[in-house]
């Protein structure tokens, strides 16, 4: 397997309340890993150890070969990540948007330009580059931050609940972009609890209470068991 996002191990509590035990799952390059929980799960806090907004000293994650901990610019660089909740810029346009955040990156002038243009053609929002992000509907927000999170050219892509406050056309179109990117090479997390945005053909890890339950390919997991009934099944919890 092509080394994409590598969780070994990773715990971590709060206070005397463990929110992980032992989490262990591989993400290849070129696979979409739906990361299937319900509300309390433990996944906001994995998406927080992924991206460093919290830490650990137990177990160990690597994204692209990087280790987290030993080298977390080079991690982090190759990391694109839409957070559950908007991070845009209301009263700035689209394209401002994402100059800013190429920006950070170290990215500026003609290659900023070409890589969001780039992005905005990839999301089919090159239309609305002009107009300020609180113009758009929340379908296109969310393909906006999408964008924005692949400007730098990431090998992994972390998303933490991105169809939550959409309308089902909405979310059907953001789930099969998705696929598709996740087809062309990125090691793609999707964190949801909504078993219809998982396909059979992907990789399934099956997080309750902390603690992951099932990993592998979908429709190997749940056999001619309905998806939703499994999760019910193995979770207790509404799917």
Known sequence: MTPGLGIHGVSYSYGAKAALSEVALEVPKG????????????????????????????????????????????????????????TLDLDLTVRRNLLYFAALHGIGGREAEARTAEALERLGMAERA??????????????MELA???????EVLLLDEPTVGLDAAARA????????LADQGLAVLWATHLTDEVRDSDQLAILHRGRLLADGITRD?????????????LTGAEA
Do not use: W, Y
Not at 49 to 68: P, Y
Not at 148 to 154: D, E, G, K, Q, S
């Open 173 to 180: 179109a953001i789930t099969a972009h998705v696929h598709d």
């Open 221 to 233: 997991l749940r056999g001619d068991e309905p998806l939703r009934e499994m999760f019910l099944r």
């Open 31 to 86: 696979r979409f890993c739906a990361l299937l929980g319900p509300n309390g799960a433990g996944k906001s806090t994995l998406f927080s150890l992924l991206t460093r907004l919290f830490t650990t000293r137990t177990g160990r994650i690597t994204v692209a070969g990087q280790d987290l901990a030993r080298a977390p610019r080079a991690a982090l660089a190759r990391m694109g990540v839409v957070f559950q909740q908007p």
């Open 148 to 154: 924005r999170a692949l400007i730098h050219r990431p």
């Open 130 to 143: 002009a107009e300020p992000v609180r113009a758009l509907n929340g379908g296109h927000r969310r393909r």
